[in-house]
């Protein structure tokens, strides 16, 4: 296991012991991070506006387009290393 991916598993779990939910916006930047850094760019159809939820975590996904899995694991890594220091909204 890489380095990248042993962050990526840790940070798997870091994020269920946060102290505090983070924002909706937040929550979708890891959605978005992990379902790149796990299945790479998003495929199928965008939800319609009858499950806008769906619609937004799509979206999300889908503007990762690109972005190498090991980047995208690096990323959430990060992102949750920033929530547990508190330094990320």
Do not use: C
């Amino acid at each position: 296991m890489s380095d990248v991916d042993v962050q990526f598993v840790q940070a798997q779990e870091d994020v269920k012991q946060l102290p505090e939910r983070p924002g909706n916006l937040t929550l979708l930047r890891l959605y978005a991070l992990f379902k790149q850094a796990t299945l790479g760019d998003a495929r199928g159809d965008t939800p319609g506006l009858t499950d806008i939820i769906a619609k937004y975590k799509h979206d999300a996904w889908a503007a990762l387009r690109g972005t190498p899995q090991n980047t995208a694991k690096q990323r959430y890594a990060e992102l949750v290393e920033a929530l547990k220091n508190g330094s990320a909204a």
